[in-house]
């Protein structure tokens, strides 16, 4: 199956920074990826389809300008969260779709925990 | 659109006893559905899926899903419950052909006593 690494693991920041988070695709070439964000607790909530040589596409209520991704190459898409602040903390995880299933399973990357203090 | 409503929060069981977790979906013809498993600050594992034929699912780690269509339900279950299944559990369905997102229930976490 795919294999998909996300890094870094977690990160600490201070608000108003900047934090860069990425998301590989090991083991296949990815046109798309997705980007989660979930609370404590809760469910996955879809922040955004990554497209490989294109924009990104935000699911609504998402701020593009908030959250920046680029998908430049096809193993690697970035999500970057600018001017970080606390409640932008939570667990964000990426993840790629099956191409060798028509079923659209997703496989996950193990996650990055952001904290901004 | 799809939804997934997964009634049980949490749940406790003791080591060795068995298992079933509850997903009910709503979508309009047959989806694709999911079941994911997700450890303390890790990402999801895939369980098991269905989108034909059997709708009994064998999975990894001894689970197994039913598909009923008749109760829009796809519920998760395991003969004997191991202390290392303690994790949180989440139902997906996915649209045919893939194409559209997976949306995910809110998820249950197991709780496995000793």
């Known amino acids: 199956g795919a294999v998909v690494s996300q890094h870094p693991s977690w990160v600490i920041c201070k608000s108003g920074t900047s934090v860069k988070i990425e998301c590989r695709s090991l083991?296949?070439?990815?046109?798309?990826m997705f980007w989660y964000r979930q609370f404590p607790k809760q469910s996955l909530m879809l922040m955004a389809t990554s497209n490989e040589g294109s924009k990104a596409t935000y699911e609504q209520g998402v701020e593009k300008d908030k959250f920046l991704i680029n998908h430049a190459s096809l193993t690697l898409s970035t999500l970057t969260v600018t001017s970080a602040h606390p409640e932008d903390s939570s667990f964000y995880i990426c993840?790629?779709?099956?191409?060798?299933?028509?079923?659209?399973?997703?496989?996950f990357g193990e996650g990055s925990r952001l904290t901004v203090l | 659109a799809q939804s997934v409503t997964q009634p049980d929060i949490h749940i406790t069981v003791s080591e060795g006893a068995s298992l079933e977790l509850r997903c009910n979906y709503s979508y309009g013809a047959t989806p694709y559905l999911f079941w994911y498993v997700q450890s303390p600050g890790q990402g999801l594992q895939l369980l098991l899926k269905?989108?034909?034929?059997?709708?009994l699912v064998q999975g990894i780690k001894g689970f197994e899903a039913e598909f009923k269509r008749s109760q829009s339900s796809f519920n998760l279950r395991k003969p004997s419950v191991h202390w290392s299944d303690a994790a949180e559990y989440f139902c997906?369905?996915?649209?045919?052909?893939?194409?559209?997102?997976?949306?995910f229930g809110k998820g249950t976490k197991l709780t496995v006593n000793p």
């Open positions: 993840s790629v779709r099956s191409q060798t299933s028509d079923t659209g399973e997703l496989f």
């Open positions: 083991d296949f070439q990815a046109t798309t």
């Open positions: 997906a369905v996915g649209a045919r052909g893939g194409s559209e997102k997976l949306v």
């Open positions: 269905y989108f034909s034929g059997d709708t």
